[in-house]
Nanobody
Framework: QVQLVESGGGLVQAGGSLRLSCAASGTIFSISVMAWYRQAPGQAPGQQRELVAAISPGGSTNYADSVKGRFTISRDNAKNTVYLQMNSLKPEDTAVYYC?????????WGQGTQVTVSS
């Protein structure tokens, strides 16, 4: 059974930092692409989540233009955990952040963690 448990969300002032963690179990973590997505408030439930950052099994990373230079994704294969360090947070970063694993297929999502950035 695949489980992704996110933690680290909360309320922070603009300019502040948060670190999200996603602990995975039941996955093939070492060969999984791990990613963080987000869904902003007011979006329709069917509206596509935005890819924030992704990291390959080998450590290659990819970021949304809106977070480049502010967010850093990393992974610890020994702990089956992926992290998202978020610095210089802006009110527009407010969203529910979801962890995603690509393996096993078809891919799985965590339950989400709320990040709220006040101005």
């Amino acid at each position: 059974q695949v489980q992704l448990v996110e933690s680290g969300g909360g309320l922070v002032q603009a300019g502040g930092s948060l670190r999200l963690s996603c602990a995975a179990s039941g996955t093939i973590f070492s060969i999984s692409v791990m990613a963080w997505y987000r869904q902003a408030p007011g979006q329709a439930p069917g509206q596509q989540r935005e890819l924030v950052a992704a990291i390959s099994p080998g450590g290659s990373t990819n970021y949304a233009d809106s977070v480049k230079g502010r967010f850093t994704i990393s992974r610890d294969n020994a702990k089956n955990t992926v992290y998202l360090q978020m610095n210089s947070l802006k009110p527009e970063d407010t969203a529910v952040y979801y962890c995603y694993t690509s393996r096993p297929l078809p891919g799985y999502w965590g339950q989400g963690t709320q990040v709220t950035v006040s101005s």
